[in-house]
């Protein structure tokens, strides 16, 4: 970690590795906390949503405080999954800023050439452009197992560049089923719950990934709650914690848009949802997926104050949950 933090310093004249130094010291704590124990983990190594922050063409006041220095940039939505046992890693998601949350993970492995595996949800830029990376103009990795829905399978298989992924063996694709558990190894299992979303290219999927002792719920993105066959408040009853899609804080958010065709559950709707959950059921929940107009992705906000006196969590680069 700190050869990490060394190398990063020397960057400085690059505006945008500002803020991988700023995860770098943010996370010197975190490596610490996350190497004191044989327990497997999940690491955030993102929040924002699909574009990140700050979001390109936006000279709105959310992106112009990263443009004054005043706010860092953040990543995009990426899990990171780790057993110190076996030194294996996974990653929930390739997000376009895979080069800086891989070398994270790089350095929570003693430094692995490549993951053991990724989780793809979605046909949407944040979740499998990173994918990008591992291909024979960059990586050249070998083999790298992708876990994806049928469609989304077939989605990358039938279309460049990902086709070029999967013909020259970067990656292999595995398709997975809904509902049906499959072992990363013998300590960590997932499985995937398809999820109504914006489908023009693959199904949807949210994640369960289950550890030795305990489990998470992952929905970056969902259109809204009451869509789902299922119920969120039973499924997170289910589990210990949760990262549930916080897009946008509330209507309105996109002034110049109409936000029904890019649907969400507004944070302000599932807080009133889950308002009357006890407080260890509230405090499982940590909304991620943050849109570069949302002021949970900052550092500070009266929102996120609001957010966290109600019970809930707003996920941060570099917190970690044992699994």
């Known amino acids: 970690m700190l050869f990490l933090f060394q190398e990063l310093q ?11 130094i700023g995860v770098c010291i943010l996370l010197i704590s975190t490596f610490s ?5 044989t327990d497997p983990y999940i690491i955030v190594l993102g929040i924002a949503q699909d574009a990140g922050y700050p979001q390109a063409g936006c000279n709105k006041i959310c992106c112009q405080a990263y443009h004054k220095g005043l706010e860092p940039a953040k990543m995009i939505t990426c899990l990171g999954i780790v057993d110190p046992i076996s030194n294996e890693c996974w990653m929930v998601e390739a997000s376009p800023d895979f080069p800086a949350q891989w070398k994270i993970m790089q350095d929570l492995s003693e430094s692995k050439e490549q993951p053991d595996g990724i989780l793809v949800s979605h046909a949407h830029i944040g979740h499998y452009t990173g994918l990008m990376h591992l291909g ?24 460049g ?11 292999v694709l595995s398709e997975i089923e809904e509902e049906k558990v499959y072992a990363l190894n013998t300590r960590i299992s997932f499985s995937a719950i398809t999820v109504p979303h914006r489908d023009e290219f693959s199904e949807t999927v949210g994640f369960k990934i289950n550890g030795g002792s305990k489990s998470i719920l992952f929905i970056p993105d969902i259109d809204k709650w009451e869509k789902w066959d299922l119920d969120i408040i039973q499924a997170i009853a289910g589990v210990d914690h ?9 209507n309105g958010e996109l002034p110049n848009r109409d936000m029904s065709e890019i649907p969400h559950p507004f ?21 991620i997926h943050f849109n570069h107009t949302n002021p949970l992705i900052f550092k500070q906000s009266k929102e996120k104050d609001a957010l966290k006196a109600a019970g809930f969590n707003a996920a941060e680069i570099g917190d970690v949950i044992r699994i």
């Open 267 to 287: 944070v302000e709707e599932t807080v009133r949802l889950m308002d009357h959950l006890p407080s260890s059921e509230k405090n499982k929940i940590n909304f």
């Open 242 to 250: 949760a990262f549930i899609d916080g897009t946008f804080y509330s």
């Open 33 to 37: 906390i996350a190497q004191s124990s």
């Open 136 to 159: 024979r103009e960059a990586m050249g990795a070998k083999q790298v197992e992708v876990f994806c829905m049928s469609k989304m399978k077939h989605f990358l298989e039938s279309n």
């Open 10 to 20: 020397g960057m400085r004249s690059f505006k945008l590795s500002n803020y991988i």
């Open 161 to 171: 560049p990902w086709s070029q992924l999967v013909k020259l063996n970067n990656i």
